[in-house]
């Protein structure tokens, strides 16, 4: 019965010795498949040196600016305080403020204020405050819910 045993485990062990040996010539000439390769064609391009918007920003710390390909940022045209600005004024334009009123919330002069309303209507290509607010809220810069509910004399 031990020889049995012993030649059963020897044919086993044989069985195994050839399935590996097979396995590793499988191996030895296994061709990895091709790597896949992306083409792009490339063109130059002009790139306005500045945008011309209106709207609001905030930087805590900081502003980060990123570039969607690779490449460094070699200027940022852009004057601090002076379009950002506008887009305060518009803001506040928008919710019902007369132009007294914007000057006395953002501390500047009152002819300071109408500039700034006579520049926003030559960019946006408006000339009336019930137009700059629709474009206002057709951009996102004020919602239904944010209307003034005081009387409509103007006064606070």
């Not at 130059?44 to 709207?55: F, K």
């Not at 006579?118 to 405050?129: D, F, L, P, T």
Request: aromatic share 6%; net charge neutral.
């Amino acid at each position: 019965m031990l020889a049995v045993t012993a030649l059963f485990v020897a044919a086993l062990g044989f069985v195994k010795f050839k399935q590996i040996q097979t396995a590793v010539a499988q191996g030895a000439a296994f061709q990895p498949p091709p790597e896949a390769v992306t083409t792009i064609v490339v063109g130059s391009e002009e790139w306005p040196t500045t945008v011309s918007a209106i709207g609001t920003m905030a930087a805590v710390q900081g502003v980060a600016v990123s570039a969607d390909l690779l490449g460094t940022v070699e200027r940022i045209a852009f004057d601090s305080g002076t379009s950002v600005r506008e887009g305060q004024v518009l803001a506040l334009l928008a919710r019902g403020l007369q132009t007294k009123q914007v000057a006395k919330a953002l501390g500047i002069s009152v002819k300071t204020a109408d500039r700034h309303v006579q520049n926003i209507y030559a960019k946006i290509g408006v000339s009336s405050r019930a137009a700059a607010t629709m474009f206002a809220m057709e951009h996102g810069l004020l919602t239904w819910g944010e209307f003034p509910m005081g009387d409509a004399s103007g006064r606070s």
